[in-house]
């Protein structure tokens, strides 16, 4: 069986290059993942008699840094593909590291200052229904989060070498790089609402 070859230009049958193909397949089964979560949520949320709302028991000050946290994150993570577009590797390297110290921020806060002090407090997924749906939605977030900041730390290190060689299939990287950190982005828009806020 021969290998799917790489390609930097778009393939005739499907109008994508092979990456591009394949990190939409991937994202689609975490549409699947994520969608099948949210439902959940929403039948028990339906089905129970009492439901805590989250903002007297979340922090909201603290899920709108971190919202804003992320988009921030995608902004720098487009302008690291943009200067790679313009063949600025510096550039590409403070973008793509204001990114990766966003990221971990929002894991710094996520752990901190919210996960820990719940704990202090006694509160744990078994505690009820609530905490079960938090710790497992924002847990499976920040799973992904951290997934990114293993990628594009990579690409912010030794893979940038790719560029010396093969500019444009780094450039490609980075924007598969980008696709999965724009949907991780995506997810935690969803999630801020319903937990924090509804």
């Known amino acids: 069986m021969d290998a ?92 793509m590291g204001f990114t990766i110290i966003l990221a971990v921020l929002f894991i710094v806060v996520k752990l901190f200052l919210e996960y820990i002090p719940k704990f202090e407090h006694h509160l744990y997924p078994g505690k009820s229904t609530f905490w079960a749906i938090y710790f497992t939605l924002t847990g499976l977030h920040a799973l992904h989060v951290l997934g990114g900041i293993g990628v594009n730390t990579y690409f912010w290190g030794p893979g940038a070498n790719m560029w010396q060689s093969e500019p444009e299939r780094f450039t490609n990287r980075i924007e598969i790089a980008g696709l999965y950190w724009h949907f991780v982005d995506l997810v935690w828009i969803f999630l801020f609402p319903i937990l924090y806020l509804l």
């Open 4 to 95: 799917i070859p790489y390609t930097v230009k778009a393939r005739e049958d499907t109008g994508l290059y092979n990456a591009r193909l394949g990190i939409w397949l991937f994202l689609a089964s975490e549409v699947m993942l994520f969608g099948a979560l949210f439902a959940t949520y929403v039948i028990l949320r339906l089905g129970a008699l009492h439901w805590p709302l989250g903002a007297s028991l979340l922090s909201i000050p603290l899920g709108t840094f971190n919202t804003v946290v992320l988009i921030s994150s995608s902004v720098t993570m487009v302008f690291a593909w943009v200067s790679l577009k313009e063949k600025n590797l510096g550039k590409y390297k403070m973008y």
